[in-house]
Structure formats: structure tokens, C-alpha cells
């Protein structure tokens, strides 16, 4: 059963924390991205990564850090320095080159109190 | 620089009857669009996608028509249905001459589609 799964559901920290926000993927995809939806706007790409061992900022990436050391795994961090944490995250996976659409994961809703 | 506007909001539409949401874009190096519908606190799903080289793609009710000219694309939606309520995103990439990319998505704003009963 392919797909994309995030844990968890929702997460509540306290501010000044650093959280690690988890995106696994069994499509066999290379490319792997994080977006974040506040209300009222679309998806605003954080960071992407095309390979392993790899990843670009994408337009909003101040605040956090991504790690790729496996092709299945791209889990996201938000530090203490994001000024507005609280928002709901998306992950997900890609095959450019072959096709360009992306497939998401169901979300981590942030609150940061 | 908002690459991608979707400038309706919302849109209400009377079940059965056809819903169109709009899309503009300003980057002309844009070849690929795409249509996601998202529910709330979910993730969205993959609906239709064009290429720069069609005007047209059909998908059983669902109708995605580009014009380049314009810098414009539309989804259709015959009939409309309870269950297509939902936020709809149009989404572009620049897969440049080789038809390749780094798969990078720019997303519009979303349209809230209510279809009632």
C-alpha cells in the first residue's frame, strides 16, 4: 500500500522549542518537498530535495532545517528561530522528469503555545 | 510576486450544475499546470493536470482548459456534486525544452467551492 505518511496528526509545543516534523514515503520517489498552508493561502514551499544527501530552500525557508539521508525519509525541524510556527505542514514526493505532479501526505497541524 | 492567482475565493454552485474555477499565471516559462482539491486538515489530492502543447484535458467530470495566450486556466467541473465541495488549488512548473524540471511546484491561493444540495 504506497503513499506518504506524517506523524503526527497534531503537535502542540511550547515556544522556543525546536520540533521535528516526520514525512516517510514508500513511492520509490526521488524528489521530496515541504510546504506550509496558513489559513486563507495556498502551499508555500519550504525546502526540497531532489536526491539523497541533498536539498535547496525553497521560497520561505528561514527557521527550519531538513535533513535527506535516506530516499524515504525527509523529516523537517522548526527551530526556535521561526517567528510563526504555528501553521499545518505538508509533505510531499515526486518523480521529476517523469511527470511533475506531486503527491501529499495527510499533514502535521502545528501549535505552538 | 504572486506567480499563480486564483482571484475568486469562493465559488457556490447548485448541485448538478457546472462549477468553473479560474486560474491566471505571469510566468510564461510555465508548461505544466495542475489542479489539487484539499479538504480541510488533509492533504490534497491530485485531480487533473495540461501540458503547454494541449488546450484541453477531460478526466470523466473534470475539464481543465489552458490558454496560453492568456495566461489563463479553468477547471470545469459537470455535474457538480455535494462531495466536490472543497478547496481547489491550480499549480504550475517550467519543465523548459527538455521536458524535464526540479519538479517545483508554485501554487495559487485556493478556491473554496460549496456545492449545495
Known amino acids: 500500500d504506497g503513499g506518504i505518511t506524517q506523524s503526527p496528526k497534531y503537535l502542540f509545543r511550547k515556544e522556543g522549542q525546536n520540533v521535528t516534523l516526520s514525512c516517510e514515503q514508500n513511492l520509490n520517489h526521488d524528489a521530496m518537498y515541504w510546504y506550509r498552508q496558513d489559513p486563507g493561502q495556498g502551499l508555500r514551499l519550504i525546502y526540497y530535495?531532489?536526491?539523497?544527501?541533498?536539498?535547496q530552500k525553497g521560497d520561505i525557508a528561514e527557521g527550519y532545517s531538513v535533513s535527506r539521508e535516506k530516499k524515504e525519509s525527509f523529516p523537517l525541524t522548526v527551530t526556535s528561530a521561526q517567528k510563526n510556527p504555528t501553521a499545518f505542514y505538508l509533505c510531499?514526493?515526486?518523480?521529476?522528469?517523469?511527470?511533475?505532479?506531486?503527491?501529499f501526505g495527510p499533514g502535521t497541524r502545528l501549535t505552538v503555545l | 510576486d504572486q506567480q499563480v492567482k486564483q482571484n475568486s475565493p469562493s465559488l457556490s454552485v447548485q448541485e448538478g450544475r457546472i462549477s468553473i474555477l479560474n486560474c491566471d499565471y505571469t510566468n510564461s516559462m510555465f508548461d505544466y499546470f495542475l489542479w489539487y482539491k484539499k479538504y480541510p486538515a488533509e492533504g490534497p489530492t491530485f485531480l487533473i493536470s495540461i501540458s503547454s502543447i494541449k488546450d484541453k484535458n477531460e478526466d470523466g467530470r473534470f475539464t481543465v482548459f489552458l490558454n496560453k495566450s492568456a495566461k489563463h486556466l479553468s477547471l470545469h467541473i459537470v455535474p457538480s456534486q455535494p462531495g466536490d465541495s472543497a478547496v481547489y488549488f491550480c499549480a504550475a512548473s517550467a519543465r523548459g525544452l527538455r521536458g524535464t524540471s526540479y519538479g517545483k511546484l508554485t501554487f495559487g491561493q485556493g478556491t473554496i467551492l460549496t456545492v449545495h444540495p
Open positions: 510531499a514526493s515526486s518523480t521529476p522528469g517523469s511527470t511533475d505532479t506531486q503527491y
Open positions: 530535495s531532489q536526491i539523497v544527501n541533498d536539498f
